[in-house]
């Protein structure tokens, strides 16, 4: 049998690059590493998704946007309705009342439709959860959420260490499992020679990337340990950044000989050509719920420095003598600074620990492997 499976995002912030996050991920993995029939229904807030190579694998479903609210969830909750019966599973984000909702709308139309939560956690809703007793607003809200529960038949979390707190509550008794998100191994292959390149990727400017700490960091390193290298920040930038960055340049002109700013880079080949080629990662984030980013640089053999913004870093990264990355406070430029001061004057082997964590990603994160089990748990459930 061919499995139906059918994941729901329904939130104003979509645009076409969560079909190659996590949200859209799944869907495309399932399908080509399981056989799966797919669909990524979304809001279609900017318009109509085209894009021919994420749809050889999963078909678009737009849902209609509309600016009012009530006529917004009007076509939400009909679309849930009208494609519950199409489908074996379906997969929603997060897991909030809204989420909850949809699922008995979904298990009301097909009472054997199979309901799977990715939870998306971020540590401050993991506290949020476990600790919803100690407060009478977030007992009262997760009890709320709790009578819902019912309908869901598998949630999971990236982070192993927050299974088994989970599974104690009785919302998510015997229905929590553990999966991390990913990257695709096999969509490029580079024979880029490493260069020194210190390499950002992300949303430039805002609040939660903080790549600003970057800037900080490389500004209170001598020139000379500098020469040679290049720094890459990759992604859009906000109109504020851009101001800030030309005011510390006239400062310190001499810093506009080794940043490189791309703004967004929508083609996946050339991005992963920048990966190819850079030797380190540097993630300054004050939170994630786990960074794809991070993983795919590791698969590139980028020696990874990262903020101790999440707890699923450490799954992915092994510190020590004999590990491959370097987890720094949240926020600390000074520890930032000496993180890459050991790479610039070479007093670690950072392309011998760029090559294990490339062999280490490679062998856990790559979603054809986070998709078997997945469908492994799907199997669990009884839909074969």
Known sequence: MTIKYLSVFFYETMNCTFLYKDTGSIAYGLAKYNNYKSAFAYLDICGKIDDKEYENYVELLPIQYHSNNIVKWKNIIAFVWNNAPKYDVINFYFGGRQELFLSLIAKISNPKVKIYVKM??????????????????????????????????????????????????SRFSGKIKYLPNGFFGDVFSSGSAKRKIILSVGRIGTWQKNTEMLFEAIKLIDKEKLAGWSVYLVGALTEDFK?????????????????????????????????????????????ESWGLVLAEAAHFKNYPIVTDCCDSFREVIMEGPNGFGKIIPNEDVAALKVALEEVLENRIDFRHKGNLAGMFVDERFEWKYICNKLNSYFEGLGIK
């Open 120 to 169: 998306d956690l971020l540590y401050k809703f993991y506290q949020e959860q476990v600790n919803a007793d100690k407060r009478l607003k977030l007992s009262i809200k997760h009890a709320l959420a709790a009578l819902l529960s019912f309908t869901v038949d598998l949630y999971t979390v990236e982070c192993s260490l927050y299974v088994d707190k989970l599974d104690k509550l």
């Open 243 to 287: 101001i800030w960055y030309e005011k510390e340049i006239e400062s310190k002109p001499y810093l506009k000989d080794f940043f490189v700013l791309t703004g967004h880079i929508s083609d996946k080949r050339k991005l992963f050509e920048i990966y190819s080629k850079s030797s380190v990662f540097v993630l300054t984030s004050r939170w």
